[in-house]
């Protein structure tokens, strides 16, 4: 497995844009925390979620390709199979991979669910310790806000991960709080 430090390599030599890393960033975080609660590797699952879209730069008028690309970039790295397939899985609609590991299903679920997060936390006043698991979950419920981040891939939570939505979205809200400084919430 590559260290933390050099998934930060790989991150910034294919995402030039600051605040597509801070999306990254926000990932890891999530992934950290959740590999706790679920039983994995926190680093293991930290790394998962830094490289889950680090090619998004280059394939993101093909969608097909995406996860596909930096799946191949890291196994020819070396990296474990489990995450190369977890990034290949995150965009199974695509991919055609199904996710399914507890680590696979974590990072489709938590990965809309952080762009919510941040969004809400613009609303107020782009601080993460202003926001509370109320607000989220009210904003959760207007599709109109953040159309983007999918609802429904969220609420795999309930299914794949066993564990109710409001619990999930306390415990990536968590997470995010606790990266704030790196990702200037």
């Given amino acids: ?13 294919n995402i030039k844009n600051k605040n597509l890393r801070k999306h990254h960033y926000a990932v890891g975080a999530a992934m950290r925390t959740l590999a706790e609660k679920y039983g994995g590797d926190p680093a293991k ?4 979620g830094l490289l889950h879209d680090a090619d998004y730069e280059e ?3 093909d969608p097909d390709r995406h996860g596909l690309v930096m799946a191949e970039k890291l196994a020819e790295q070396g990296l474990a199979d489990d995450i190369i397939r977890a990034i290949k899985a995150h965009n199974y609609e695509h991919t055609g991979i199904m996710p399914e590991s507890k680590l696979e299903w974590a990072l489709v679920t938590c990965d809309d669910l952080t762009g919510l997060i941040v969004a809400v936390a613009l609303v107020h006043s782009a601080e993460l310790a202003r926001v509370s698991l109320e607000s989220v979950m009210k904003k959760f419920s207007s599709k109109s806000f953040a159309a983007g981040a999918d609802r429904e891939r969220i609420r795999l939570c309930e299914d794949k991960l066993d564990t109710p939505l409001e619990d999930f979205v306390g415990i990536v809200l968590d997470a995010m709080k606790g990266a704030s400084e790196v990702l200037g919430l």
């Fill in 45 to 48: 699952w930290e790394i998962v």
């Fill in 59 to 61: 394939t993101k008028d």
């Fill in 1 to 13: 497995m590559i260290s933390k430090e050099k998934a930060l390599e790989i991150l910034k030599a």
